[in-house]
């Protein structure tokens, strides 16, 4: 199997690719965009394992983190959504795909991913949007209900920590471990792929914190307000829903993908969190590989 990577100009800045297999492909190949924001790629590094259905897949870090150019020092409202939109663009025409490809967006990603195609891009063939909120202030209500389902003593370490700005505390870190464990991914010991990307995350949480917040339930970034609810129905691109029965991306979360874009077809891994890529992986990457193949055309 053929690897390479590279980096794509981005203005005065660089995003680190990596392509598994040959682009050169008559199936459409896949970018895989990671959540975060502000996570790196390692984490959905399975998904790689697509390339043996003979399409080139993509892995990227988005603009600000892992192999891409850091950006520690700049304001947080440097951090778009539209910022992200055009990366993504920038590297779909680097790559020569721009005209013919598939999305995997994994929850940020899945958020990113369907802001492209609200867009319509005549280019975009097919999509997966995997553990993906439709709407943060759902997203954080759902989160909230899950953590009343926490032990005692865990739920009023967040809750102090939380009123008290006291969330880079070991304490605070540890107690919210026990809901990843639970709702973010389920294996234990969590893979070296997963674990990599939250190393990096908290050796640079710039991204995370300037749109999301300090974890996946304390959500006060400036995404924190964010929906794409009304805008789904105008999604022309076939489009492939997943979650996990444990996920963060609870079905209420993850139901208006499903419901209100045309044609949804949708998936719950029922042993999986948030991350079926990692935690069945065989058979998400066999049910991605099914979807991909009825759009191959
Ligand atoms: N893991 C993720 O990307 C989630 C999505 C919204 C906040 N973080």
Same mark, same amino acid.
């Given at each position: 199997m053929q690897v390479r990577e590279g980096h794509v100009p981005f203005g005065e800045h660089r995003t680190w690719y990596r392509v598994t297999g *040959? $682009?050169?492909?008559?199936r459409l190949p896949l970018v895989v965009v990671h959540g975060g924001?502000?996570?790196?790629h390692d984490y959905v590094?399975?998904?790689?394992?697509? +390339?043996? /259905?003979g399409r080139a897949v993509i892995h990227y870090d988005q603009l600000g983190n892992g192999r891409s150019t850091h950006l520690p #020092?700049?304001? +947080? /409202?440097?951090?778009t959504v539209e910022l992200f939109l055009a990366e993504l663009d920038a590297l779909l025409g680097h790559l020569g795909i721009a005209g013919r490809y598939a999305l995997y967006g994994q929850s940020w990603g899945g958020m990113l991913s369907a802001e492209h195609a609200v867009r319509r891009?005549?280019? $975009?063939?097919a999509l997966v949007i995997a @553990? /993906?909120?439709?709407?943060m202030p759902v997203w954080v209500a759902e989160a909230n209900r899950l953590r009343r389902d926490l032990p005692e003593d865990v739920q009023r370490t967040l809750l102090a920590h939380e009123a008290a700005g006291t969330t880079a505390s070991p304490d605070y870190v540890a107690a919210s471990r026990v809901f990843y464990a639970r709702?973010?991914?389920? $294996? *234990?010991?969590?893979p070296p792929e997963v674990t990599r990307t939250f190393e990096a995350m908290d050796a640079d949480p710039t991204v995370y914190l300037a749109? @999301?917040?300090?974890t996946e339930f304390h959500v006060i970034g /400036?995404?924190? *307000?964010?929906?794409?609810v009304d805008r789904l129905?105008?999604?022309?691109a076939p489009t492939f829903v997943i979650s996990g029965?444990? *996920? #963060?991306?609870?079905p209420l979360v993850v139901a208006p993908y499903a419901e209100r874009i045309p044609g949804a077809t949708w998936r719950i891994f #029922?042993?999986?969190?948030?991350m079926p890529h990692v935690e069945e992986r065989a058979d998400c990457v066999e049910a991605v590989c099914a979807f991909l193949a009825g759009h191959d055309g």
């Open positions: *040959d $682009l050169a492909s008559p924001p502000g996570c790196t590094d399975a998904l790689k394992d697509v +390339a043996a /259905s #020092e700049v304001p +947080a /409202s440097f951090w891009p005549a280019g $975009l063939k @553990n /993906s909120p439709s709407a709702h973010v991914c389920r $294996l *234990d010991p969590w749109m @999301n917040g300090p /400036s995404l924190k *307000d964010w929906t794409i129905h105008q999604v022309m029965r444990h *996920d #963060e991306a609870t #029922e042993h999986s969190s948030h």
